[in-house]
């Protein structure tokens, strides 16, 4: 019985020992941070982004702040789910749960206001070649409870974006007091240096490679 408990007690340290890198409110109070950290070389000239987020029992209030933008560069021809990730978009990756995830949320905006929503299977946890790694789209994202509104001040050199996902893609309503994981990214890009982008992140994958989710912050809602 000893035994039993003293590796109870070890496990529990052991889950305790990682540190929450985020503490999310209930809207309508907010927590936000920022980063500028180049992927995969610490690069300080990554523009700066800000990122702010709340809850409500049902929806996720998420807004990125996209600064020292100049050349808001976009495919005016795409639409909801097509590969914006090309051009310059901000990202998140979403997890519910505090482990390394196999699977997780996909969800960019670009300054166009159109979105790529999509569940991410990557089993390898590093996108690892020859590994499989799949999407799985949510192809109504409107009509499944998803809200984005983007605008841009080319004369402040930023764009905003506020959105709101629904929790119960999560099976995670109601979510005060669970941890989850997550990390957000920007790329940048323009006319002369396309396709070529500045990977632009939160939390540093080191390497040239979003999809390395032992990287994923911690973000608990309180």
């Known amino acids: ?48 982004t800000k990122v702010q987020m709340c809850y409500t029992p049902t929806q996720l209030k998420l807004d990125f702040t996209a600064y020292n933008e100049t050349e808001f560069y976009y495919d005016a021809s795409q639409t909801t789910n097509g590969d914006i990730w090309e051009y310059e978009v901000v990202e998140a990756f979403i997890y519910k749960g505090a482990d390394d995830p196999q699977t997780y949320f996909e969800y960019e905006v670009n300054a166009n206001n159109v979105t790529y929503n999509a569940f991410v ?81 939160w939390k540093n994958t080191n390497a040239a490679n979003f999809h390395i989710t032992s990287a994923f912050g911690r973000v608990k809602f309180v």
């Not at 907010?30 to 950290?37: E, G, H, L, V, Y």
């Not at 996108?127 to 809200?147: L, N, S, T, Y």
């Not at 001040?153 to 930023?158: D, R, V």
């Open 1 to 48: 019985m000893t035994r039993m408990f003293t590796s109870l007690l070890l496990a529990a340290t052991a889950v305790s020992a990682y540190s929450v890198d985020v503490k999310v409110p209930a809207c309508p109070s907010t927590t936000s941070f920022t980063f500028n950290t180049g992927i995969p070389a610490v690069d300080p000239s990554c523009p700066l």
């Open 121 to 201: 299977y990557n089993p390898s946890r590093v996108r690892k070649e020859g590994a499989p790694f799949d999407h799985a789209f949510v192809v109504d994202p409107f009509g499944d409870g998803f809200e984005v509104d983007t605008r841009v001040n080319k004369k402040a050199q930023l764009w905003h974006t506020s959105s709101v996902i629904p929790l119960a893609l999560f099976n995670g309503e109601n979510p005060r007091g669970s941890t989850w994981r997550m990390n957000f990214f920007r790329t940048v890009t323009g006319p002369s240096t396309f396709p070529d982008q500045k990977l632009c992140g």
